[in-house]
């Protein structure tokens, strides 16, 4: 039973560009999270998608966009990339049905470095 | 929004002493989820509590959650190396939204 599954591990990128993370959630799960960590920081949440819709949103700007597939992956894009967004990129999946009973599974992670 | 706060931000100790590390809100909170994380690894959930003055044990790990249900506590007793970590506690927002505190990072002595 695969879980959460997040490519690529390491990412760098120059200020300015673009960049797309992509996210495989747990076998069984409906919901992808996505947070960003920064180093030393909790993960801040950025969006959450179900059934192909953003559903809630963290206090990101619109630089950050995301996806969802009908198999339930997703995507994370960010747009003209600072210094600054530099940091730890989770996925996290779980079951929408389950509300607050469905504890989050976490992907490893990609860590974007921005030069 | 609410915000968590964790301490120590830091903790050292030697192997078998014990630690705790709290978790504090201003305001009250319907449930409380802690998640540990490995150096280079990604938070794994520990577990949830729901219900005010909730106590619940992991082997050497007790969780508590205050009866006013603005606080939280996790307590380790005699720990081991595979301890080490950076432990936190987050709250759900709405639809699966977590709120992570800072975390709490224990190192350990061997």
């Known amino acids: 039973d695969a879980g959460v599954t997040q490519s690529p591990t390491h990412l760098i990128k120059t200020r300015g560009q673009q960049v797309t993370l992509r996210c495989s959630p747990k076998s069984g799960h409906d919901t992808v999270s996505w947070y960003q960590q920064a180093l030393g920081q909790g993960p801040q949440f950025i969006f959450q998608?179900?059934?192909?819709?953003?559903?809630q949103r963290g206090n990101f700007p619109d630089r950050f966009s995301g996806h969802q597939f009908p198999n339930y992956s997703s995507e994370l894009n960010v747009n003209a990339l600072l210094l600054g967004d530099s940091a730890l990129y989770l996925c996290?999946?779980?079951?929408?049905?389950?509300?607050?009973?469905?504890?989050?599974?976490f992907g490893n992670g990609t860590r974007l470095t921005v030069t | 929004g609410q915000q968590v706060m964790q301490i120590p931000q830091y903790q050292h100790v030697q192997e078998g002493e014990d630690f705790t590390t709290y978790c504090n809100s201003s305001t009250t909170l319907s449930n409380i989820q802690w998640y540990k994380q490995r150096p280079g690894g990604h938070p794994v959930f520990l577990i949830q509590l729901v219900k005010s003055g909730e106590v619940k044990k992991q082997k050497r790990l007790t969780f508590q959650f205050g009866e006013a249900k603005k606080n939280s506590s996790l307590h380790i007793t005699a720990t081991q190396t595979t301890d080490v970590g950076t432990y936190f506690c987050?709250?759900?927002?709405?639809?699966?939204?977590?709120?992570f505190g800072q975390g709490t990072r224990l190192t350990i002595n061997p």
């Open positions: 987050a709250y759900i927002q709405g639809a699966q939204k977590l709120v």
């Open positions: 998608y179900y059934e192909e819709e953003e559903r």
């Open positions: 996290a999946s779980s079951r929408y049905a389950r509300g607050y009973n469905s504890p989050l599974h």
